[in-house]
């Protein structure tokens, strides 16, 4: 889980370098008086509707700039993520990483950081690095001002290759020097932006416009209707045709949610075509386990822990739980930690 989560931080953290809409749009009268085609009240209808209509406004809704085609989608209640004292240490990782320790600064700097942020959503495709969309709110993370203060403290690290702000179509981008970059950042609004991988970049400019289809309405729609999105942490994923074959054969989806409030909480799922085949994999796991139970103290993981982790088959599905304690946390941490220094190395 660990893991996990500095994949997710290293992947995500440089999503709010991003632009903001200008808000010509935002100047028309919005209140019912004349607008600029002489018609009382409807420039202000149309105004209010378009701000209405506009993604972002929650995680469900920025899922819907996710492009049809994605394979996976993971959500963060982020703020509470965050705050979580098992972040800590991750995020200690993840600063000492080159490119996203300087955007964690950087983040922090312009007040901006992901203890901020209300939610992010991602949905791409597992094997196509660079298809995908992450979806940020925060409050004021989209506006303009915000995007000059992230990328002059980035900028500060990285002269060789600064970031720099671009106009395009009426929205504000961050981009690198050449413009060849993997990802660009839109703005949606003044609180929310959208980090892009530039196969998905037409897809969602489109979706933008309301062209095209979402992965919710498309590849998405029952994997995010199994994910537990109330968790602090969920992932989904399709099952691709390297993983369910031989003892995974039939498997349609998996889905995880973390829980952070206390230590840690994590439930795994995988989802078959029929019952029978969950019943007999769940007995085959459970077996493994019981075999594997004994090497767990060896490697530092705390009998609470061991104990803790059930498996057993829900209708067609194969669930797999288990809880720590933050007491359980820190000595997995430590264990951890003297055995990646090795003999002789710090303690």
Not at 80 to 106: L, N, S
Not at 173 to 186: F, I, P, Y
Request: with cysteine.
């Amino acid at each position: 889980m660990k893991r996990l989560a500095i994949g997710i931080a290293l992947g995500l953290v440089a999503a709010p370098f991003t632009g903001c809409d200008k808000g010509e749009d935002k100047k028309e009268d919005a209140s019912g008086e004349k607008g600029k085609d002489g018609e009382k009240g409807k420039d202000g209808e149309k105004t209010a509707e378009k701000k209405a209509a506009a993604p972002g406004a929650t995680a469900a809704d920025a899922m819907k700039l996710i492009p049809d085609g994605a394979n996976v989608v993971v959500g963060l209640d982020a703020a509470k993520v965050a705050a979580a004292p098992i972040m800590k240490d991750v995020m200690e990782q993840v600063k000492k990483e080159g490119d996203a320790g300087d955007v964690i600064d950087a983040t922090e700097a312009c007040k901006v950081g992901m203890s901020t942020w209300k939610y992010m959503v991602f949905g791409g495709n597992s094997e196509k690095e660079t298809e995908g969309v992450a979806v940020i709110s925060a409050a004021g993370l989209g506006k303009k001002e915000t995007l000059e203060c992230l990328s002059s403290k980035y900028n500060e690290k990285n002269a060789d290759k600064p970031l720099t702000l671009k106009e395009e179509d009426g929205r504000v981008m961050l981009v690198d020097k050449d413009g060849e970059a993997d990802r660009s950042v839109h703005s949606i609004s003044d609180d929310v932006i959208a980090l892009v991988g530039k196969d998905s970049e037409a897809k969602v400019l489109g979706l933008l416009k309301g062209e095209g289809k979402s992965a919710v309405d498309g590849s998405l729609k029952d994997l995010v209707a199994s994910v537990d999105q109330s968790a602090h942490m969920y992932m989904g994923m399709l099952a691709t045709a390297d993983i369910a074959k031989n003892e995974m054969e039939g498997l349609k989806h998996v889905t995880a949610s973390a829980d952070m409030s206390s230590g840690l909480s994590i439930s795994i799922a995988g989802s078959f075509a029929d019952a029978d085949k969950a019943k007999t994999l769940s007995e085959m796991l459970n077996k493994q386990f019981a075999e594997m139970k004994p090497m767990a103290g060896i490697i530092g993981v705390p009998p609470t822990v061991v104990d803790s982790v059930k498996i057993e088959a829900k209708e067609n599905a194969v669930v797999a739980s288990a809880k720590a304690t933050q007491d359980d946390l820190t000595k997995i941490s430590e264990t951890m930690k003297k055995q990646l220094a090795g003999p002789g190395g710090p303690q």
